[in-house]
């Protein structure tokens, strides 16, 4: 069954730093999203994409954040100059359409930790 | 704006036996998608079970089912004889039907963590 994946599992990194996760959402899918879980609280959407353009933003995702589909399989988040509050579970999503009940599938995230 | 509310933050249940987690919202729209997903201790999310407002007729996957009241705006979710890897986190999550700002995203409870005695 085709899903979606994620690299790194962990990523560390220091406050101030670039990271740059990534996700290969299923093969033919079309939106793509952005979640996020600080540690014991609930998950945060905060960004869809398609048709190369982000289509939906909250209001976590501000300046610092970009998101971008550099060939025609990854899907990727960076983030510029990460800070402490940063840290959380980032998962990536994908869902054929936007239409209809259609679901979205969830990656097994990436736990970024800022140090 | 919609909100989610799972007023249950832990939740246990014998093995075999049946349990139900509960899940509020609050919405002004009358049509969207409701969904609960699990979260294990791998801390994936995989869908559990999905309902369409417009139906009245309540989900079920095999041993998981959903009572939709939606009037009272609840959405409770029941699993039947249990078993222990049904253990994990439970999310609770809204999607919009309508097209436009706010149609794309899910948005989530603070999740009950199920337990389940063997």
């Known amino acids: 069954e085709p899903e979606v994946t994620q690299t790194p599992s962990h990523q560390v990194t220091q406050m101030g730093q670039e990271v740059i996760l990534r996700c290969v959402p299923i093969?033919?899918?079309?939106?793509f999203y952005w979640y996020r879980q600080i540690l014991g609280q609930k998950v945060e959407f905060l960004v869809s994409f398609y048709n190369n353009e982000i289509s939906e933003k909250s209001e976590i995702f501000d300046d610092q954040f970009s998101v971008e589909r550099p060939d025609g399989s990854n899907f990727t988040l960076k983030i510029r100059s990460t800070k402490l509050e940063d840290s959380a579970m980032y998962f990536c999503?994908?869902?054929?359409?936007?239409?209809?009940?259609?679901?979205?599938?969830f990656g097994p995230g990436t736990r970024l930790t800022v140090l | 704006a919609q909100t989610v509310t799972q007023s249950q933050p832990e939740m246990s249940v014998q093995e075999a036996e049946t349990v139900t987690l509960s899940c509020t919202y609050d919405t002004s729209e009358s049509d969207y998608y409701l969904f609960w997903y699990k979260q294990p201790p791998s801390r994936q999310m995989i869908l559990v079970i999905r309902q369409e407002a417009y139906k009245q007729q309540n989900a079920t996957e095999n041993r998981f089912s959903v009572n939709f009241q939606k009037a009272a705006k609840s959405f409770s979710l029941k699993i039947s004889d249990s078993q222990l890897g049904d253990a994990a986190m439970y999310f609770c999550?809204?999607?919009?039907?309508?097209?436009?700002?706010?149609?794309?995203?899910?948005?989530f409870g603070k999740g009950t963590k199920l337990s389940v005695i063997p």
């Open positions: 999503a994908s869902s054929r359409t936007s239409g209809s009940p259609d679901t979205q599938y």
């Open positions: 999550a809204y999607r919009s039907a309508y097209s436009g700002a706010g149609s794309y995203q899910l948005t």
């Open positions: 093969s033919n899918h079309l939106y």
